[in-house]
C-alpha cells in the first residue's frame, strides 16, 4: 500500500527534519533530566539497597538515611528478643569533618559497624579487608571522594574530627543523595570521635529469620521500641526517596522539566504537522474527491506523527545514551531504566499524536470541492 | 431517496436547483438543470465564469449536494442525506481530471494511480498491476517512476488520467482538462479522452472555455444564469 504519510515526509525534508529534531530534543531532554534525577535517587537509597538488612529501626521521624538522629543503643538488645530476629546490629551514620593535605577540612559521612561483613556493607572494596577495621584507627573511603577531596590511596592518612586515620581501602558505589563522601569506620572509633555518640546509635539494623513474615517482625518490634520508627528496606527507601523528591522541592523541578521538554516537542510537532496540513490541504480535498473519508486523511496526519515519534525518540534515546559516559566522568549517573525508556517511548507517541489532532481539527470536514478552485 | 434505479445512461441529473444562503444572502446558481450521458458519450459543458457549471460538475461528482432535484450515478440515485453513500458513490463510478492535475508531488506517476486505487479498497500486487496497466493505457508506462515534477503538463495530464481511470468508473468528470496545456498537448489529451470514452464506454462530461473540445464531443451543452441553454 503507498503511504502518502511517509512520502511526504521524505518529500519535505527540511520540515520532517525540524519536526524529527523537536522530539529528539524532548525526548533527550527527558531521559537525561530524569536519568539524571534517577540516578541522584539512585544514590539516596543505595546504601538501603545493598545492606543485607530486612528491617531498619530509626529515631523519630528521620526523613532519610543521610539525615540520621541518635538514640540509646541498649535498644538493640530489646529488638535482639523480638521472635523472627535473627540478628540485630547498631549503626551510625554521621556527618563528621575530615582534614585534607591541603589544609582544607570538609564533610563526609561516616558509616560506623561493629561487623560490616555480616550487613554487606561496604559492597565493592578494593585493596583492603572490612573486618581490619575494628583493629585499629582505620576506615575505607569511597574512590568517589576523589572528587571533593583529591586523590588518595590505601596507606594514606587522614584527620577525621582531630584523630589520625590510616586509609587501608577503597569503595565503589557507596554514595549519598547529599554528595558527601562515605567513610567506614569501626562503631566504637566513631563513638570516640564525638560525645553525642556516647551509648547512642542512628540505627538498628535487623535480619529477619529466613522465611519470616518481615511486616509481622517490624509490627513485633514496633511494639517494644515505642519512641522509634520501624521499616522494612523496601519502605525505608521509599520514605529516603520521598524525602528528596517531595520536601526539597527537586521532584517538582524534574516535573518542570519534564513539563517543558513535552511542551517543546508538542509545540515544535504541532507548528510542523498544522503548517504541512495546510500546504497540503488541497491534496486532502483530492483525497475526498477520489473517495477517501475523513479518517483517511487522519491517518496521513497520525501516520506521520508517529513516524516523527518513533524517529525522534530513537534519535534522543541515541544521543542520551551517548551523553552517559560524559555525565559519569562528572560522576552524574544516568538512570535510565527499560521500564522508564519504554513509558518515554509511549509519551512521545501520545505527544506527536496529541499535536497532530491541531492538524486533524484543520482538515476536519475539509470541503472536496475545493478541488475545483484553482 | 436512495437505491437502484436501471437505465442505459451513466449519468442523469434531473431538475438541480443549487443555492447558496450565506447570512441574508442567496445566491441561485443552478436552476432545474436536468442533463443525461449514455455510455461512451462525450458532454461538453460550457459557459462563461460563474455560470455555474463547475458547481454543476460538482453536483455530478457527488461532491456538492444539490439544493432540490436528483443525481444518478450508474444507476445509483445520489442520497444527499447519506453522505457515506456518496462517498461510495465517487469511490466506484467516478474519476475526476482537474485543471491543475492536482497529482500528488510526492508519489511517482504509478504511485498517484496505486494510491487512488488503495483509496478506493484495491491494494498490494492487484493494485500496483492495474496502476501499471492503466498508465500503458495512457502512454506512460515508460514515466511511471517519475515524479510530478519530472513530467510536462500533458504528461501530469495523462497520470491524472489515469488515476482518474483507476478502479474503473462508469464516468469521468473533467474541469477545463486542456486549460494548462498548449494547443498540441491539448489536442492529444482530447483525442485520449475520445478514445477512452469510445472504448471503454465511459460517460464523459467536459467542463471547458476550450473550443477545440467541441471537436471530440458528442454533445455540447450550454450553461447560462444557472440554466442549460440550447
Not at chain 1, 529469620?209 to 511486616?215: E, H
Request: aromatic content about 8%; some cysteine; charged content about 20%.
Amino acid at each position: 500500500m503507498v503511504s502518502l504519510a511517509r512520502r511526504n515526509l521524505l518529500h519535505d525534508r527540511m520540515r520532517s527534519a525540524i519536526t524529527i529534531a523537536g522530539v529528539a530534543f524532548a525526548v533527550t531532554l527527558v531521559l537525561v533530566q530524569v536519568g539524571l534525577f534517577m540516578g541522584l535517587l539512585d544514590k539516596a537509597t543505595t546504601t538501603i539497597e545493598h545492606s543485607s538488612a530486612d528491617i531498619w529501626v530509626t529515631s523519630r521521624e528521620t526523613p532519610n538515611v543521610d539525615f540520621a538522629h541518635t538514640f540509646p543503643q541498649t535498644t538493640v538488645l530489646r529488638v535482639r528478643g523480638v521472635d523472627g530476629v535473627e540478628r540485630a546490629d547498631n549503626l551510625i551514620i554521621a556527618f563528621m569533618n575530615i582534614q585534607l593535605p591541603s589544609g582544607a577540612e570538609e564533610g563526609c559521612l561516616v558509616y560506623a559497624l561493629e561487623d560490616f561483613a555480616s550487613w554487606n556493607l561496604p559492597w565493592a572494596v578494593d585493596g583492603g579487608d572490612v573486618r581490619d577495621l575494628k583493629r585499629g584507627m582505620y576506615i575505607l573511603m569511597d574512590r568517589s571522594a576523589e572528587r571533593r577531596f583529591g586523590r588518595f590511596a590505601a596507606g594514606d592518612y587522614r584527620e577525621i574530627l582531630g584523630r589520625r586515620f590510616k586509609i587501608i581501602g577503597t569503595t565503589s558505589g557507596a554514595a549519598s543523595f547529599t554528595t558527601a563522601p562515605i567513610a567506614f569506620m569501626d562503631y566504637h572509633r566513631a563513638q570516640e570521635l564525638s560525645q553525642l555518640l556516647l551509648s547512642r546509635t542512628s540505627y538498628i539494623l535487623v535480619k529477619a529469620v529466613p522465611g519470616a513474615d518481615v511486616q509481622a517482625v517490624a509490627a513485633a518490634i514496633r511494639r517494644i521500641a515505642p519512641y522509634n520508627d520501624v521499616y522494612t528496606r523496601d519502605e525505608w527507601a521509599a520514605r529516603s526517596r520521598r524525602y528528596w523528591v517531595v520536601s526539597t522541592g527537586l521532584g517538582m523541578n524534574m516535573g518542570v522539566t519534564v513539563f517543558l521538554g513535552v511542551l517543546v516537542g508538542i509545540v515544535v510537532v504541532a507548528q510542523t504537522l498544522y503548517t504541512s496540513a495546510v500546504e497540503h490541504v488541497k491534496e486532502f480535498g483530492t483525497v475526498k474527491a477520489i473517495g477517501g473519508s475523513d479518517w483517511d486523511i487522519y491517518r496521513i496526519l497520525a501516520e506521520q506523527a508517529a513516524i516523527a515519534a518513533v524517529v525522534g525518540f530513537a534519535l534522543g534515546a541515541a544521543l542520551s545514551y551517548a551523553l552517559r559516559p560524559v555525565m559519569a566522568k562528572l560522576y552524574l549517573n544516568v538512570l535510565v531504566s527499560p521500564g522508564f525508556a519504554l513509558a518515554v517511548f509511549a509519551g512521545t507517541v501520545a505527544m506527536c499524536l496529541g499535536a497532530a489532532i491541531f492538524s486533524f481539527r484543520r482538515v476536519a470536514g475539509i470541503d472536496p470541492a475545493l478541488v475545483f478552485r484553482t | 431517496m436512495g437505491g437502484q434505479r436501471m437505465s442505459g445512461r451513466v449519468l442523469e441529473v434531473e431538475g438541480v436547483v443549487k443555492v447558496f444562503e450565506e447570512g441574508a444572502q442567496r445566491v441561485e446558481v443552478l436552476r432545474g438543470i436536468s442533463l443525461d450521458v449514455e455510455p461512451g458519450q462525450v458532454v461538453a459543458l460550457e459557459g462563461p465564469s460563474g455560470s455555474g457549471k463547475t458547481t454543476l460538475l460538482s453536483i455530478m461528482g457527488c461532491i456538492l449536494t444539490p439544493t432540490a432535484g436528483t443525481v444518478t450515478v450508474a444507476g445509483e440515485v445520489a442520497d444527499p442525506e447519506r453522505p457515506t453513500r456518496l462517498r461510495d458513490i465517487r469511490r466506484r463510478s467516478i474519476g475526476f481530471v482537474f485543471q491543475q492535475f492536482n497529482l500528488f508531488p510526492a508519489l511517482t506517476a504509478l504511485e498517484n494511480v496505486e494510491y487512488a486505487l488503495n483509496v478506493k479498497g484495491v491494494r498490494g500486487a492487484a493494485a500496483r498491476a492495474q496502476s501499471r496497466a492503466v498508465l500503458e493505457r495512457v502512454g506512460l508506462g515508460d514515466r511511471k517512476d517519475f515524479l510530478p515534477r519530472d513530467l510536462s503538463g500533458g504528461q501530469k495530464q495523462r497520470v491524472a488520467i489515469a488515476r482518474a481511470l483507476a478502479g474503473s468508473p462508469r464516468v469521468l468528470l473533467a474541469d477545463e482538462p486542456t486549460a494548462n496545456l498548449d494547443t498540441a498537448v491539448g489536442e492529444q489529451v482530447l483525442d485520449l479522452f475520445r478514445e477512452l470514452a469510445r472504448e471503454e464506454s465511459k460517460g464523459l462530461v467536459i467542463v471547458t472555455h476550450d473550443p477545440k473540445v467541441r471537436r471530440i464531443a458528442d454533445r455540447v451543452v450550454g450553461i447560462r444564469d444557472g440554466r442549460l441553454a440550447a
